[in-house]
């Protein structure tokens, strides 16, 4: 008689960072975190681009070698928010009944998805785990808790989850996916925490990141998170509210910290937004110069806009200058500012963090708002990310929001300050091309 052994069940936390440019896929083991490779050469960052064949009209996760009729499509991510990014050319406003954006994003995580959990499969596979249980957390920009794109990301994630399942390739005609979204996202999207799949703001991930790092002493801290389309800015605070009783038998105690936001801006000032916004054909030479020819642009490529520069300069400033000029009225972080001796630390991250520009803005910023801040006596630490000593393990700064996504939903503390919660949102109405038409004017400005 055969005897039958139970298979091994496994719960895997996914963690997908959803960027303008690139996507990344964590995964936790036994608390140690793990990343989805992609490509031959196993680069844990995926591009976030679709393949369109504008003659057959079928999306593709991977482009076709064999086909020259494609558009490659890009920047759907954060164009489904703001039209200042380059835009397909190749699909009519008017067919799809959904805005390809979000056809795009749903066949895109689902295929990240799809191709995930293969990895991912395959990885336990030598474990003898045939059997998984998935929570799948996603990063989402901040507006997905405010305005009129509220809960937006949450139904691409549902509908790409869903979707997910369905596909057998990568690859899907338009017309099949147009009629998926129709038929799948108009459902109410569950309460956060209420499914195993999630959204969580990649500030607040990001922020939560810092605050729970043990090597990051208690204080007050600027995050600066340059992504290719946006600059996401924090002001958080952390502090030890009170030792408590780990273990009864050997009388340890563990400290139990108290987090906050005090502060946060997120500004269209990324490296993709100064690259199309500010190159216009000139010889001016100049930090964004040196920032478009690190991005692969030639000498005769360059048309540089020295006003724009300058408009954009002034963007950010005014952005950290709000900043500053928030956690000035706040007696906790003034107090946290004294206990630091005047130092507000600011922490650079992202993919853009290496360029100069961003630091120059932030710290002539401080000339244009020192003598409002001489009560505290503000002046700007900057804490290479580097020098972090959770970093000496050889884990990117800019996997840093897919790594604090891929733990259990339920244990993500809460942070006070932040807008996040919310209770089911229902979608009734998705095939109005005026559903995105509108961007952010009344936060981003006119001219963005």
Known sequence: MQIMTKQKKLSINMGIDFGTCYSKVCFEESHKKLFVKYYSNESVY????????????????????????????KYFKYSMIDKSLPRSIKIPVSNPKTTYEILCGIFFIACLIKHSKKYIEKHYKRHGVLQFEWNITIGVPIDNYSNEFRALYDMILQGAIKLSEKLNKYSISMDILDNFCQENLKNTIPSFK??????????YAESLSFLQDDNVLEGLYTI??????????????????????????????????????????????????????????????????????VNGFKNTDIDYNKSEEKKFVSKMQEAFARLAKEVRDKRIAREALINQKGKLRVILCGGGARYKWYKDCISSTWDRILNTLEDVGFRLEFISIENLKRYYNNIDHRLIISSGLAQDIQSIPDLDGFPWD????????????????????????KNL
């Open 224 to 293: 600066v998170d340059i992504g290719g389309a946006t600059v996401d800015m924090a002001v958080i605070h952390k502090a030890l509210e009170k030792n408590i009783m780990l273990s009864m038998d050997n009388n340890t105690k563990q400290k139990k910290y108290k987090y906050c936001i005090f502060a946060k801006s997120i500004q269209p000032l990324g490296i993709e937004i100064l690259k199309h916004k500010i190159a216009k054909n000139t010889d001016s030479y100049s930090s964004i110069r040196k920032l478009l020819l």
């Open 422 to 445: 919310y209770s089911g949102i229902t979608y009734s109405e998705i095939n109005q091309n005026e559903f995105l038409e509108e961007t952010m004017k009344e936060k981003y400005g």
């Open 194 to 203: 209420a499914s195993p799949n999630n959204t969580l703001s990649e500030l």
């Open 46 to 73: 995926k591009h976030s681009k679709v393949y369109y064949d504008y003659v057959n009209k079928i999306f593709y996760y991977q482009k076709p070698e064999y086909l020259n009729s494609i558009e490659t499509i």
